[in-house]
């Protein structure tokens, strides 16, 4: 079965960090483009960050310089780290597949607050 | 970034009936390649999305024939033949082809009257 697991949400204070981890199975994970899109609560998709399967990576301007985006192919896993936390980030972080491949995790929800 | 609106945000619909939801952007979807990445998200209430349609019109695997894309260049539709209760539920558009980043219509969220 071809599957996305997201771990490693939880509640965090504002300026706080937190590392979010995405562990894949039932497909060639290497192979594939995977990103992270959040969902703000009652709202709508929201693309944060991208691993492409060639390498590059890419951030949404509202994350960019605070979360860092990282896999280990060897581990089928997918991570994003986000540091100086702030109450707009708050939301479920889903990992995905948007391209040849449509798979999307449960989501992991991520709440900052003091 | 490529801007996705979609029309109507709120969409009842009776069983039985057609219902039909449309998705407009900023600029062309068609890629260099030749090809136009727009697909359909469904997003069932307390679960994942999960894609219906990808490159305009073909159905994922599995997708009820019901379900059907059509468009070109900045104008899309997703269209239901007849509205199951399954069916409710909030609908993406998403466009690929100025990536990144991808960018999502605001969701159209399809309810029983």
């Known amino acids: 079965e071809v599957q996305l697991l997201e771990s490693g949400g939880g509640l965090v204070q504002p300026g706080g960090s937190l590392g979010l981890s995405c562990a894949g199975s039932?497909?060639?994970?290497?192979?594939?483009?995977l990103t992270w899109v959040r969902q703000a609560p009652g709202k709508g998709l929201e693309w944060v960050s991208a691993?492409?399967?060639?390498?590059?990576?890419y951030y949404a301007d509202s994350v960019r310089g605070r979360f860092t985006i990282s896999r280990d192919n060897s581990k089928n896993t997918l991570y994003l780290q986000m540091n100086s936390l702030r109450a707009e980030d708050t939301a479920v972080y889903y990992c995905?597949?948007?391209?040849?491949?449509?798979?999307w995790g449960q989501g992991t929800t991520v709440t900052v607050s003091s | 970034d490529v801007v996705m609106t979609q029309s109507p945000l709120s969409l009842p619909v009776t069983l039985g009936q057609p219902a039909s939801i449309s998705c407009r952007s900023s600029?062309?979807?068609?890629?260099?390649?030749?090809?136009?990445?727009l697909s359909w998200f469904q997003q069932r209430p307390g679960q994942s999305p999960r894609r219906l349609i990808y490159?305009?019109?073909t159905r994922d695997s599995g997708v009820p024939d019901r379900f059907s894309g059509s468009g070109s260049g900045t104008y899309f539709t997703l269209q239901i033949s007849r509205v199951e209760a399954e069916d409710v539920g909030v609908y993406y558009c998403?466009?690929?082809?100025?990536?990144?980043?991808?960018?999502f219509g605001q969701g159209t969220r399809l309810q029983i009257k």
């Open positions: 995905a597949s948007l391209g040849d491949l449509d798979v």
């Open positions: 039932g497909f060639s994970f290497s192979t594939h483009t």
């Open positions: 691993f492409a399967s060639g390498g590059g990576t």
């Open positions: 600029q062309s979807l068609v890629h260099g390649s030749g090809e136009t990445y």
């Open positions: 490159k305009v019109s």
């Open positions: 998403m466009q690929g082809t100025h990536w990144p980043p991808n960018t």
